[in-house]
């Protein structure tokens, strides 16, 4: 049986669509922009089946004939996994960062060598061996709900793109992806906002292999920029469309400042379990299990771990936290 199509239109000739995804709250929202009888698409959701039928029976209720473009925010299963369906020669062109280009192929096509160097990763941080295998290899299962495409244009950011009627801005917000990229519409005062941010959840930051270096200040001042623009409405790739954007943007940056306070007490804490003295060296993996505890499914376990990195690196940026390195490992300790 054929589930409800929901497809509302949320600005003049734009559309959003709710696809299916089985994790987050279980939807990623899609735009898709109208000009006659073409459709340009802003982030596409998986590769699975239910998802592109709706994608195609969306596109026939607005009496599409072509989809013209495909822009994504970034390279995460629920916003490009359908990529290669859709773009390609003969298909929609595809838009994308260029930070994200080089994500694609060792995430996604060919993925021995980052399964190695992820697992050296956490290996250094202080994950056990038969952890860190499982959690090295928990990737594989992402790769097959996506089918990657070559970009016919590579972002760099502060470019304007016609999607539908609508000239939209390319604002490059670095932090939850190394090339994500939010969208702004001064005209009618919208930004579409990927996964930079949501009106529930706390987006994902993380210090990892593919990440950039800083991953947490480049957020925050993604969150400053565009809090900056003023738009009277967001719509964000989950959950729903919501105003307000500075009381939503103070409230991250507010949350993410308590978790760096947590994370510098939990840094000094004296690790009684290890006989510890105070202020010994703590790998990300020992502050990760103090601050979420031990969590069950693999995915979230890994999550964590990387957030905390992201905190870590920015603490010992800003001089609060010392981080060591030594060729197998990785340690924290207070300044
Ligand atoms: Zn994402
Ligand atoms: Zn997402």
Redesign the pocket.
């Known amino acids: 049986m054929a589930i409800e199509l929901a497809l509302s239109e949320v600005a003049a000739d734009v559309f959003e669509l709710r696809l299916p995804?089985p994790f987050?709250d279980g939807l990623?929202n899609v735009f898709m922009f109208k000009a006659g009888q073409e459709v340009d698409l802003l982030d596409c959701g998986m590769n699975a089946e239910d998802s592109l039928e709706a994608i195609q029976r969306a596109l026939a209720q607005l009496g599409a004939r072509r989809l013209r473009r495909l822009l994504v925010t970034h390279i995460?299963p629920?916003?490009y996994g359908a990529a290669g369906v859709l773009a390609g020669e003969g298909r929609a062109d595809l838009y994308i960062h260029r930070l994200e280009v080089p994500l694609v192929h060792p995430r996604y096509v060919e993925l021995e060598h980052l399964v190695v160097e992820v697992k050296t990763y956490l290996l250094a941080n202080g994950v056990p061996e038969d952890e860190a295998e499982l959690l090295s290899n928990s990737q594989r299962a992402l790769s097959q709900v996506v089918k990657t495409a070559d970009p016919s244009v590579q972002l760099d950011g502060a470019e304007f793109v016609e999607m539908g009627h609508h000239m939209l801005r390319v604002e490059w917000t670095p932090g939850h992806s190394p090339g994500h990229v939010c969208l702004h519409d001064s005209q009618a005062g919208i930004l579409f906002a990927?996964?930079h941010i949501l009106p529930e959840l706390s987006p994902n930051i993380g210090l990892h292999p593919q990440s950039t270096p800083d991953p947490l200040h480049d957020y925050l001042d993604g969150l400053r920029r565009m809090a900056g623009l003023r738009p009277s409405h967001v719509l964000p790739?989950?959950g729903r469309p919501f105003t307000g954007i500075a009381d939503r943007v103070d409230d991250l940056i507010a949350h993410h400042a308590r978790r760096l306070d947590q994370i510098v007490e939990i840094v000094g804490r004296r690790d009684a379990r290890a006989g510890g003295t105070a202020n010994q060296e703590k790998s990300a993996w020992q502050v990760a299990l103090d601050l979420w505890g031990p969590r069950e499914n693999l995915y979230e376990k890994r999550l964590a771990l990387q957030e905390g990195l992201a905190h870590l690196q920015a603490l010992a940026v800003e001089g609060r936290v010392r981080k060591s390195v030594t060729p197998g490992s990785v340690r924290w300790r207070l300044s």
């Open positions: 995804i987050e990623v995460h629920d916003h990927g996964d790739a989950h």
